[in-house]
């Protein structure tokens, strides 16, 4: 008989599917890893079973004793699988954000779920990660996870996902794409895919409000902002996220992941995560970069049974803003399109003297800066130049460089018209990105008389 001892035996060796539909014969081959086949629907009961057994071996997790957590859901649902087969407690804490799906499961399975405010600071006593360290210092014979910063997390990935990956592919891999969540994944199967193919390029994917493409590309900390996908991004820097093992980190934007997820369903029959689907948007925009003869292959994370009371459901998608179709309210790109707006840019490097004199002969108060690469990497402020130089902490013959901050406000062209009151009330401008590029900067009274047009 081919009979596994229990459920736990069934976590890992996930399929390796080609994407058929969303490239062309001329694109770079994509490769969905099927990670939402695992008993809990997701990566992160590789995670899970990896941290408990080595906790247990440690004498860190005795019989009897109580899990506690901080959980986006899919960690808490690898853990609480566990549990229920080892004889643990659980305890979770989880974000408001997060679907009823994902918290009706873990009380399924017996765990106890606590719900805490999504939009305060990482650090505030009501935060989900806080509110677990509490619930473990009050809870005699606990043991803490965590995931976000745990060594553990990325070694789970180091042994299991990239040597699974490594031998599914025979090595013929080219990019890998993970979203970065806790960065465990990319951390571990990225540094060891590396280890064996120096050349293989790790691209990671952060959703438009994580603090993570920022910090990456200019080691300053942007100010976080909330954002719809669940599972990816983060307020805060994780000690689990390796940023050496990275080449290069992408922005999706929500409508980018809904809309990709939801494609990936009807014409391929993955029915994935928001997430997924927004690895999936990144990879498809490598291939057809890269064209014909690489390979990439990319993390599908979690199931998308967690998500059919949000973004599967047309009415949510309308009523949270998002674009289901070409009807209502239109897309950014519209305004574009009946708009031009022309982009002046900086460059890393470039004196401050003519960033300023740039700004004064084009009548603006802010440029976006690109690297050597051509790729916009911040963007350079008026009021930062001013304040650097009446401090003096700054010449006019310095490079603009150490003022360069994390771009905010980032809409895509598919972005609903909606989105950009949602910038507004956070940013004075929207920066439209398309394949890592700054296309427009569309300020308040552009979509004002470009709505009066329509009228």
Known sequence: MNVLPNILAAIGRTPLVRLNKAVGPEDAAVYLK?????????IKDRMALHILEKAEREGKLKPGGTIVENTSGNTGMGIAIAAAVKGYRCIFTMPDKMSTEKINRLKALGATVVVTPTNVPADSPQSYYETAKRIARETPGSFYLNQYHSPDNIEAHYVTTGP?????????????????GTGGTMSGAGKFLKEKKPGVRNVGVDPVGSVYQGYFQTGKLPEPHVYKVEGIGEDMLCKALDFSVLDEVRQVDDQQCFSTARRLARDEGIFAGGSSGGAVHVAVELAKELGRGKNIVV?????????????????WMRDNGFVVDDKGTGRVGDLLRDRPITVHFA?????????????????????????????AVGMIHEYDLLNALVAKTQRF?????????????????????????DVFAQDNVAVVKEREQVVAIITKIDLI?????RM
């Open 34 to 42: 099927c990670e939402f086949m695992n008993p809990g629907g997701s």
């Open 164 to 180: 699974e990956i490594w031998e599914q592919m025979g090595g013929a891999i080219d990019v890998f794409v993970a979203g970065l």
């Open 299 to 315: 993390v599908l994370t979690d199931t998308g049974n967690s998500y059919i009371s949000k973004f599967y459901s047309d009415e």
């Open 347 to 375: 460059s890393t490097g470039q004196h401050i003297d003519e960033v300023v004199d740039a700004m004064r002969r084009h009548g603006i108060s802010q440029m976006p800066v690109k690297n050597a690469a051509g790729r």
């Open 397 to 421: 013959s310095d490079a603009i460089d150490p003022l360069v901050a994390p771009l905010q406000g980032v809409v895509s062209p598919e972005a609903s018209l909606s989105a950009l009151r």
């Open 449 to 453: 008389e470009f709505l009066a047009a």
